[in-house]
């Protein structure tokens, strides 16, 4: 939660977490204060108090003073350093002193309490004005994705490039879970689709510009039909609504790497050079092979190297999974 004061500065982060049943812990509180506009807008602040709570009610709270003349005064989780000072209390407190219910959509007066520590006093009436919402706010859509595969003449923020696509081969799935993952990052939690066993084509759109070609985007098909929508994949524990515009939840490279791969697969590490990462720099993509009916799993390079990518699922009319994308985001329809 944040917190502003009437200039529209903010002053306050309150981080809160589930404590019990119907109720919050602001486990988490930082207050700044700052001296004018130009230190808010290189956050140069003054004072910076902290206020850690557990839930028995052990609260820990630091206070950072700005440092001499010409010292960094960056919070510390910039990445810098800066406090010339750092005073810490410890104590315990009720842990009652820090929860507010959870609130109902709409019902935010819940959270009143944490803006009269700010000094606003709340309004007798509150009105609410619809707006147009501009087309393209909010996550980042799935536009384009189809011309992605579609070979031809395009622009790029380099130049006139050529789509190309190419057959990668074909992907065996028997588990039921088709992954998107780094495969040098495949014993960690991967990105998922729920698809039917079989074996589904692999496509690669290659981007070729005067520089050289690059992976823009890669796709399995497991429905030779059209997608009719196009939905982001999300790990459970992942929310489209705490998006900002453009932002995205997508899968991690690490290695320079993806692939698609049945979720039980399991790749030896030490193998990994070897029969992937080698001979990926002389080609676009590596299948490691399997002895049928065993999983196999098809590598390819991610276009812009390491970062983290979208990956998309395509649904046809009936909400089937038609097939999946992970973009690599060297351009997109339109260029843009």
């Given at each position: 939660m944040y917190l502003f004061d009437d200039r529209s500065w903010r002053m306050q982060v309150i981080d809160l977490k589930p404590h019990r049943t119907g109720m919050l812990l602001a486990h988490h509180n930082s207050r700044w204060q700052?001296?004018?506009?130009?230190?808010?807008?290189?956050?140069?602040?003054?004072?910076?108090?902290?206020?850690?709570?557990?839930?028995?009610?052990?609260?820990?709270?630091?206070?950072e003073f700005a440092g001499p003349r010409g010292a960094s005064t960056a919070p510390l989780h910039d990445g810098t350093s800066g406090p010339s000072s750092v005073p810490v209390r410890r104590f315990s407190a009720p842990v009652e002193d820090f929860l507010c219910p959870v609130p109902e959509f709409g019902e935010w007066q819940v959270f009143a309490p944490f803006l009269a520590q700010q000094g606003h006093v709340p309004a007798t009436t509150v009105v609410l004005s619809d707006v147009s919402v501009a087309e393209g706010s909010g996550p980042l859509r799935a536009t384009g994705i189809e011309q992605l595969f579609s070979p031809g003449a395009c622009d790029t923020p380099d130049g006139p490039a050529v789509v190309e696509p190419v057959d990668a081969g074909l992907l065996r799935i028997t588990s039921g879970q088709l992954a998107v993952s780094d495969p040098g990052l495949v014993g960690e939690t991967p990105r998922t689709v729920a698809v039917p066993p079989g074996e589904f084509p692999v496509t690669l759109s290659l981007l070729r510009t005067k520089r050289g070609a690059d992976v823009a985007a890669a796709k399995v098909t497991c429905l030779d039909i059209p997608p009719r929508e196009w939905e982001m994949a999300l790990l459970p524990d992942e929310d489209l609504g705490l998006l900002g515009e453009g932002q995205f939840y997508?899968?991690?490279?690490?290695?320079?790497?993806?692939?698609?791969?049945?979720?039980?697969?399991?790749?030896?590490e030490d193998q990994l050079d070897e029969d992937l990462f080698i001979p990926l720099d002389s080609r676009f993509t590596v299948e490691l092979p399997s002895t049928e009916p065993e999983p196999n799993l098809i590598a390819f390079r991610a276009g812009r190297g390491d970062g983290a990518y979208p990956v998309w699922i395509g649904r046809t009319d009936d909400g089937q999974v038609g097939c999946v994308v992970v973009d690599f985001q060297l351009h997109s329809a339109g260029g843009e």
């Amino acid at each position: 939660m944040y917190l502003f004061d009437d200039r529209s500065w903010r002053m306050q982060v309150i981080d809160l977490k589930p404590h019990r049943t119907g109720m919050l812990l602001a486990h988490h509180n930082s207050r700044w204060q700052f001296s004018n506009e130009q230190a808010r807008s290189s956050w140069k602040f003054d004072a910076q108090e902290t206020t850690t709570v557990s839930a028995d009610g052990q609260v820990e709270v630091r206070s950072e003073f700005a440092g001499p003349r010409g010292a960094s005064t960056a919070p510390l989780h910039d990445g810098t350093s800066g406090p010339s000072s750092v005073p810490v209390r410890r104590f315990s407190a009720p842990v009652e002193d820090f929860l507010c219910p959870v609130p109902e959509f709409g019902e935010w007066q819940v959270f009143a309490p944490f803006l009269a520590q700010q000094g606003h006093v709340p309004a007798t009436t509150v009105v609410l004005s619809d707006v147009s919402v501009a087309e393209g706010s909010g996550p980042l859509r799935a536009t384009g994705i189809e011309q992605l595969f579609s070979p031809g003449a395009c622009d790029t923020p380099d130049g006139p490039a050529v789509v190309e696509p190419v057959d990668a081969g074909l992907l065996r799935i028997t588990s039921g879970q088709l992954a998107v993952s780094d495969p040098g990052l495949v014993g960690e939690t991967p990105r998922t689709v729920a698809v039917p066993p079989g074996e589904f084509p692999v496509t690669l759109s290659l981007l070729r510009t005067k520089r050289g070609a690059d992976v823009a985007a890669a796709k399995v098909t497991c429905l030779d039909i059209p997608p009719r929508e196009w939905e982001m994949a999300l790990l459970p524990d992942e929310d489209l609504g705490l998006l900002g515009e453009g932002q995205f939840y997508g899968v991690g490279v690490d290695t320079g790497t993806a692939a698609f791969l049945d979720a039980t697969r399991t790749v030896i590490e030490d193998q990994l050079d070897e029969d992937l990462f080698i001979p990926l720099d002389s080609r676009f993509t590596v299948e490691l092979p399997s002895t049928e009916p065993e999983p196999n799993l098809i590598a390819f390079r991610a276009g812009r190297g390491d970062g983290a990518y979208p990956v998309w699922i395509g649904r046809t009319d009936d909400g089937q999974v038609g097939c999946v994308v992970v973009d690599f985001q060297l351009h997109s329809a339109g260029g843009e």
